[in-house]
């Protein structure tokens, strides 16, 4: 283990963990500068993480009862998956580690860990929290007018212009607006005013905002 590497701020987190817990994490920290010599320390969180080339490579952390070591990065998660390694009941990657020998052998970790190294390496990697925040949202249907309020709106050039230049959102406004009327009354009677309004060049909010 390089010792140009060694953070003393972790250094302090070993030596204030429980006593079973400081033999776990110093062998986890061997292990990773075994696995990556360039990688370097720092504390996230209030525990020991480990970075990469700016990334984040995995972290390790000392409880009460159990110590944890997590990977980061979607893609070496996928690795454990598929070897069916992960483990549940604690944070990160390998369950509740109470012992040194809970730990997976050695030459799997450092496997593992040279794994997680080259995805970074090679840019194909994904901080689980990068992964969370990406929401994909499903597209949209395509905004259908009501045939009344078309007629309606083709009644009324400048209603007509109006409505093709407002933006999706300000035509989807009206459209649900109207859709929402529950009786036909109703439904009539908003269809002319929303004619009147968009003749005028108003939103269907416009009493609140600008379109």
Not at 156 to 162: G, I, L
Request: hydrophobic share 40%.
């Amino acid at each position: 283990m390089g010792k140009t590497n060694l953070n003393p701020n972790v250094d302090a987190y070993i030596a204030k963990a429980q006593p079973f817990a400081q033999p776990i994490l110093r062998h986890l920290r061997e292990l990773v500068h075994k696995g990556c010599a360039g990688v370097e320390e720092t504390i996230k969180w209030s525990r020991p993480f480990f970075e990469y080339r700016g990334a984040i490579l995995g972290n390790m952390s000392g409880f009460k009862q159990h110590c944890s070591f997590g990977f980061w990065g979607e893609e070496i998660g996928a690795v454990l998956r598929k070897a069916k390694a992960a483990r549940d009941g604690a944070m990160g990657s390998l369950g509740r580690i109470t012992r040194v020998d809970d730990l997976p052998a050695d030459g799997e970790m450092l496997d593992w860990i040279r794994q997680a190294s080259g995805f970074i390496e090679s840019g194909n990697y994904t901080s689980p929290i990068a992964a969370r925040q990406k929401v994909v949202k499903p597209p949209r249907a395509a905004l259908e007018v009501p045939a009344e309020f078309a007629a309606a709106l083709k009644k009324n050039k400048k209603a007509v212009a109006a409505f093709e230049a407002f933006s999706p959102s300000c035509k989807r406004e009206y459209v649900e607006w109207i859709a929402e009327a529950k009786r036909p009354e109703t439904r009539d009677k908003r269809i002319e005013t929303a004619v009147e309004w968009i003749a005028e060049g108003k939103q269907r909010n416009w009493k609140y905002q600008n379109c």
